[in-house]
C-alpha cells in the first residue's frame, strides 16, 4: 500500500519520472551479478496460468483463453510482469493483443542494468501501427532510433513479436515476418546494446492528464478512464538465452559485451540455438522524430527520489504475497532484484528450469 500511495503522490506532482531506472548501474560502480536464465526454446503459457518465473505488480489475472490479462481500471494503475533472470543475447517472442485506448501504451521490453535496451510498444489509439525502439547506455541524446510498422489489427487479435538479439544484430519480427534489423555498424554509435537483459511485459497511461505534454502527444492523447477499462492480454512467451551459466557479471565499467562474464558457462555458449538466416528488413518509412519527444530526460539512472510501483517503472520493497504463498522482495539488501520463487539467487540459479 506505502508504494501505491507513493506512486499516485508522485503522479500527482508536476515531475515527470524516468521511464526506466536501475537501482545499480554497472558501468557506474560495483553491482552484484544477475541471475541468469541460461535455457533454450522455453514457453512460458499464460492460459495455464502465471509462472513463478516473473513477478507481478498491479492487476494482472490469468485466465484460458486470454492468458495473463494487465488492466488499466482507474488512474495510477499499470500492471506488469517481470522476469526474475537475465538473457545475454537471446530470442524471446511475444504472443499479445495489445489494449485499446486512447493515450493507452501497450510495451513488450528488454533491458540491462546499464540502461541498454529494446522495445516493442503500442498506442491504444492507432490500430494498425507497431512501435520499435532500441537505447543504449541510458542515452536520450538522440530521439531519432523508433520506427512505426504496419500491424493492422492489433487491438482486435493475437500477434505473435519477436526480438532475435545478438552480437551482430537485432532482428524485429511480426508473425515471423522481419520488420527490422539493427547492427552495431548501423546503430548509433555504441549504443548496440549489448549487456545482460529482463524482460517487462505490461500497460501503463502515457496520456495521463499528469504526465508531460510531450509524453501526452507521443501517447496519442489524453487519457479518458472514463471510457475504460483498459486491457492488454498475452498468451505465452517463448524464451531463449544464447549464453549459458548461473548469472552474469559486468567485468569492467565499460558494459561491452566482450566484457559480460558468465559465472558456470559461456558468453554466447548456445548459439546453436540461433536462427541459420533472417530475411532482409523493409525499409523503414516512419520514424519517431516525426512526434513529439516521449520521455523528455528519460532513460537516465535516478537517484533523487522513490521509483513508483507503476508501469514501466520497477519498485523497491516487498511486493504482495503471490498465490503459492511466496513473499517477493522487489529488491535485495545487495540492492538487485531477487528471483521470483523465495529461493535466494544461488538456489534458484541451480534450478533446472523455470515453470
Not at 538473457?87 to 541498454?116: H, N, W
Not at 475504460?228 to 505465452?236: A, C, D, I, L, V
Request: net charge negative; glycine share 10%.
Amino acid at each position: 500500500m506505502r508504494f501505491f500511495l507513493a506512486a499516485l503522490s508522485l503522479l500527482s506532482s508536476t515531475l515527470v519520472a524516468a521511464q526506466t531506472y536501475t537501482d545499480c548501474n554497472p558501468t557506474q560502480k560495483s553491482c552484484p551479478a544477475d541471475p541468469a536464465f541460461g535455457q533454450s526454446d522455453k514457453t512460458f503459457d499464460f492460459t495455464s496460468g502465471a509462472s513463478d518465473a516473473f513477478k507481478s505488480t498491479g492487476s494482472v489475472t490469468y485466465d484460458q483463453t486470454n492468458g495473463a490479462t494487465f488492466t488499466i481500471a482507474k488512474q495510477g494503475d499499470g500492471p506488469l510482469i517481470q522476469s526474475g533472470w537475465y538473457i545475454m543475447f537471446g530470442r524471446v517472442e511475444f504472443t499479445i493483443k495489445a489494449a485499446p485506448g486512447r493515450g493507452i501504451v501497450s510495451s513488450a521490453v528488454l533491458q540491462s542494468d546499464d540502461l541498454d535496451e529494446i522495445d516493442w510498444e503500442w498506442l491504444g489509439g492507432n490500430n494498425a501501427q507497431v512501435q520499435t525502439n532500441y537505447f543504449g547506455k541510458g542515452d536520450t541524446s538522440s530521439y531519432s532510433r523508433g520506427a512505426y510498422h504496419d500491424n493492422a489489427g492489433n487491438h482486435d487479435d493475437f500477434h505473435t513479436f519477436s526480438i532475435d538479439w545478438t552480437s551482430s544484430q537485432i532482428v524485429w519480427a511480426i508473425d515471423g515476418k522481419t520488420v527490422r534489423v539493427l547492427t552495431p555498424e548501423t546503430a548509433d554509435t555504441n549504443r548496440y546494446p549489448e549487456s545482460p537483459m529482463i524482460i517487462k511485459v505490461g500497460v501503463w497511461a502515457g496520456g495521463d492528464s499528469n504526465n508531460a505534454q510531450g509524453t501526452i502527444d507521443w501517447a496519442g492523447g489524453q487519457t479518458d478512464y472514463s471510457q475504460g477499462p483498459f486491457e492488454m492480454y498475452m498468451k505465452s512467451m517463448t524464451v531463449t538465452d544464447y549464453s549459458t551459466g548461473t548469472s552474469y557479471r559486468y567485468g569492467d565499467k565499460s558494459g561491452s559485451w566482450q566484457s559480460i562474464i558468465s559465472e558456470g558457462g559461456k558468453i554466447n555458449g548456445n548459439k546453436g540455438a540461433e536462427p541459420t538466416s533472417t530475411e532482409s528488413a523493409p525499409a523503414i518509412t516512419a520514424t519517431i522524430d516525426s512526434v513529439p519527444v516521449p520521455w523528455s530526460g528519460t532513460h537516465k539512472e535516478t537517484t533523487s527520489w522513490v521509483t513508483p510501483n507503476v508501469w514501466p517503472w520497477v519498485a523497491t520493497g516487498s511486493a504482495a504475497a503471490s498465490s503459492t504463498g511466496y513473499q517477493y522482495d522487489w529488491e535485495s539488501s545487495s540492492g538487485h532484484n531477487q528471483p521470483p520463487g523465495g529461493g535466494s539467487m544461488s538456489e534458484q540459479s541451480s534450478e533446472s528450469s523455470f515453470d
